[in-house]
């Protein structure tokens, strides 16, 4: 059965690095991209002018190229092109098959949450990084089975209480009793991000509720 890992990354890994300079910058995972023998990272750049940062990380040794795919009032989305695939963190993460559920940084400091297909999965993940060197501390262990899980299907707080006010005040009835922009005015953010919430926490609510026939072999 799939179990989801709360896992901590600091110190010397290639995420890590490229905030290292950059303490008051909020990076976000988006997505994983595979690429032959590299994979290539989708990030949210969370800043009201995220030049500063784009100039910064352009420069980086570890970054062949990167390039901005959306730009948002509060945020910017880059893919960026390694030069030399930096470290095993993303080989492991698709080697084990694991589902990528959310990964923010601040600082040198990453919190990931992961979806593996069995517990094995998790444990070779931690041996792997670990012999690669790569620091990693899991902060929790649950399955989607478990009664905390059932009731908030890996949802954050911010997600569980968007999707919750959306549907409290009708956001998805037909027609629409509220609109994102009405429930961001209530959060005090942008319209956009709103929908980001909406669409991370239905994406967590799905990745839990539709498990593969393989995620159940143990």
């Known amino acids: 059965m799939s179990v989801i890992a709360e896992i901590q990354l600091a110190g010397d890994f290639a995420l890590s690095e490229l905030l290292r300079d950059l303490p008051d910058v909020r990076m976000q995972l988006e997505r994983v991209i595979p690429a032959g023998d590299r994979t290539i990272p989708l990030v949210w750049i969370h800043a009201d002018d995220p030049e500063p940062a784009e100039q910064e990380l352009r420069e980086h040794r570890l970054i062949k190229s990167i390039t901005r795919l959306e730009t948002f009032e509060d945020r910017a989305l880059y893919r960026i092109d390694w030069a030399e695939e930096p470290d095993s963190v993303f080989t492991e993460i698709r080697t084990q098959r694991a589902a990528l559920l959310d990964a923010v940084g601040v600082g040198e400091s990453w919190e990931f949450e992961l979806r593996f297909p069995t517990h094995n999965a998790l444990s070779e993940f ?60 209530q959060y005090g953010i942008s319209d956009q991000a709103v929908t980001e919430r909406l669409r991370r926490g239905m994406t967590n609510v799905f990745t839990q509720i539709f498990v593969l026939p393989d995620d159940d072999a143990s």
Do not use: M, W
Not at 154 to 172: P, S
């Open 126 to 185: 931690h041996a792997n990084c670990n012999e690669a060197g790569i620091p990693l501390t899991i902060n929790r262990i649950y399955r989607p089975s478990d009664v905390e899980s059932s009731t908030r299907y890996g949802l954050t707080d911010v997600q569980y209480d968007t999707l919750f006010q959306a549907l409290k005040q009708g956001y998805f009835n037909i027609p629409r009793e509220i609109e994102t922009a009405e429930l961001a005015t």
